[in-house]
């Protein structure tokens, strides 16, 4: 007898995860043999500590660094001490993991990547309001230092210093809901410093390439994130809408990984590369391009692309919102953003020129959302048949500690509430859970009666939940961007609250490019009130879903921001031009 297609996609599912989870159990196995025939490979306890973390075995992971750490002699232990730290980073463990840094400079002083480590690491979530100043504060405090101590006297400097920033990012400032314009730039700065001196040909301003006849512009993309991510999800609507009688695309991807969306990408682009994990390669490759325009996808998010991005490998360079945040690169000349999302403002949080295309700013296609194989049922996911379920799902780190009290009043008027979280791993599970459990407290309530938090899902799975759902809790500080234009593509009433700076704007922008704009709240009082309203209102809520159901074109697949792009590039590219000939006839007459 056959089986029901969403059945035997259920089966795929559990076999993929079986197999996920006997893949870690088979590679512990071998790692415990390897590390067995070398006692003293720092690179042995390493793999053996990872298997554990992907299994969940923390005790594990803690013993098994504590044996590394007698056991390998102190000149091969550096990698041990730095996966050990970074293991804390991603467990929320901070304070250890600076003290950590702090540990292992005692023993390796001229590592420029621990001082980094020390001074500038942050929380993936944050306990409460006064530990984000007491951090920012820290970080402020730590960049200045790294600044005012950074040498670059020496072969060997340059190479720690560059070793260093090619695993740093400093993507989780952003996500304290301050304006970031000073520290980014003093970071980018430093960043810059450090990769001028590293490649100063590559630091040098570049001549416009004058444009002959017939021939069109060449305008480059790149990202390390060009696969089943949002950068792509964002920004391959430029490349594939653009016009080519007029732009030559350049794409280049310097990730290692690949999918079918790396694959449209190249099918879209003029030109595609592909060198993962090779700066210098890549460097080289876009120089012989000779490129009018530069854009990079996802600085600040990736550190490779940061890296290239501190560099000038086109006359004219340009930043894209994957991290909706400014640069602060000198390198970068203009940051690309979404005219209806940006404050009237905006201007002050940018170390860049700020280029606002109509609209949201993208060409966005519309998920596919395959309904008939998602059919997972709330029991799976933990949640009552007979609640009101609010999806707070877009990354753990974007709901600060001062909104946990607005779910609790929530609860208050919905007694049948329940709240959905995903987060990363138990650690960050446990703080969300305890800032939680004060939060709902103070109110009276029980937070665990009101809410579920479960481990980050896969891309079907995640769907899957969305559909679940009755309303969609967005962040406030740093709104959904990708996750709001699925949960809109999964039929899911949307409240908001805009916040002063872009990244808490996105969600704003698509609601108000939609006309749907009832779940805009102007207060944390109002969004309250929305939400309460969402889960006691069946038949408002229903109107929300039918009006933004039927506005799906005005959200999706918008090419009017790809003609104001071309637009923008073809002026810049003949302004410059126009200067550099300029320039060359007042030299001539001199």
Known sequence: ?????????????????????????????????????????????IEVARCHAKLHRHSEVRAILEQGFSSVSFENS????????????????????????????ELFPEKFMLKLIEALSLPIIYDSTEEI????????????????ELSLETPDSRANTLAAIASH?????????????????????????????????????????????????RVGYVSSRFRNLSAAKYFSGWIREHNKDVVSVYAYHIGAKTDSITEEIRKSSDTFRHIPNSLEEMCRAIMDDKLHVLVFLDVCLEPVTTQLASLRLAPVQCAAWDQPITTGLPTIDYFISSAVAEPDDAQKHYSEEL????????????PVIPTALLTKTRRDFQLRDDAIVYLCIQYAYKYLPDQDHLLAQIAKQVANAQFVFLTENDFVAADLQGRLDRAFSAANLNARDYCVILPALERFTYWNLSLLGDVFLDAIGWSGGVSTFEAIACRIPIVTLPGKFMRGRQSYAILTELGVTDTIANDAAEYVQIAIRLGTDRNWRDDIVRRMAGNYPSVYSDTRCVRVLEDFFKRTVEMRLQKQRNSEVSRAHK
């Open 1 to 45: 007898m056959t089986l029901p297609i969403h059945e035997i996609y259920n089966q795929q599912i559990a076999e993929a995860e079986r197999r996920q989870r006997d893949f870690w159990s088979e590679s512990l196995a071998k790692s415990q043999e390897f590390l067995q025939e070398n006692p003293q490979s720092a690179k042995a306890y």
């Open 78 to 105: 550096y990698p041990l001490h730095l996966w050990h730290i970074h293991w804390l980073d991603e467990c929320n463990r901070t304070r250890e993991a600076i003290a950590a840094a702090r540990r292992a400079r």
């Open 169 to 217: 990012s400093n993507f989780r400032l952003g996500y304290q809901a301050q304006n970031d314009r000073d520290l980014q730039t003093e970071y980018g700065r430093l960043h810059h410093r450090i990769m001028a001196a590293n490649y100063p040909e590559w630091a040098k301003p570049i001549s416009m390439p004058e444009i002959v006849p017939g021939e069109k512009l």
């Open 355 to 366: 280029l606002l295309l109509p609209g949201i700013g993208v060409n966005y296609l519309k």
């Open 133 to 148: 100043e007491e951090y920012r504060e820290r970080f402020t405090q730590g960049l200045r230092g790294l600044s005012q």
